[in-house]
C-alpha cells in the first residue's frame, strides 16, 4: 500500500498564497491517480482536485477553478496543490489521496489511500 504524508499547510490572509505538498512513499507512485480533497468544521469531506497518473488529466471542484492548481512530480514522488487567491471558505483541513491505476478520482471516488490531512486557515 502508498502511504501519504502531507504538508504546507498553515494560516494566511484572504487573497494569499499556499502550497501543499503531498508525499507518498511505499510503492509506486506513477502507479496511482492522485487528488485532493478538505473538510472545514461541522462539514462533509469534499472533492477539490484530481490528477492522472501522468499529469495530462486534471479537474477541480467549481469553486476552485481559477485558484487552485494541482500538479505532481513522479519523479519526487510528490503532488502539490498550489493555492491562490485564498478566501475564508476555503479555510479546511485538507487530504491527499491516491487511487490505483486505472481508477481516477472524483468526488464519488471511495478513496482507498487517505493522508493525515493538513490544516489550512485564511482569515479575512
Known amino acids: 500500500q502508498v502511504q501519504l504524508v502531507e504538508s504546507g499547510g498553515g494560516s494566511v490572509q484572504a487573497g494569499g498564497s499556499l502550497r501543499l505538498s503531498c508525499a507518498a512513499s511505499?510503492?509506486?507512485?506513477?502507479?496511482?491517480?492522485m487528488g485532493w480533497f478538505r473538510q472545514a468544521p461541522g462539514k462533509e469531506r469534499e472533492f477539490v482536485a484530481a490528477?492522472?497518473?501522468?499529469?495530462?488529466?486534471?479537474d477541480y471542484v467549481d469553486s476552485v477553478k481559477g485558484r487552485f492548481t494541482i500538479s505532481r512530480d513522479n519523479a519526487k514522488n510528490t503532488v502539490y496543490l498550489q493555492m491562490n487567491s485564498l478566501k475564508p471558505e476555503d479555510t479546511a483541513v485538507y487530504y491527499c489521496?491516491?487511487?490505483?491505476?486505472?481508477?481516477?478520482?472524483?468526488?464519488?471516488?471511495?478513496?482507498?489511500?487517505w493522508g493525515q490531512g493538513t490544516q489550512v486557515t485564511v482569515s479575512s
Open positions: 511505499g510503492r509506486t507512485f506513477s502507479n496511482y491517480n
Open positions: 489521496a491516491a487511487e490505483r491505476r486505472p481508477n481516477y478520482i472524483t468526488r464519488t471516488t471511495k478513496i482507498d489511500y
Open positions: 490528477i492522472s497518473w501522468s499529469g495530462h488529466r486534471s
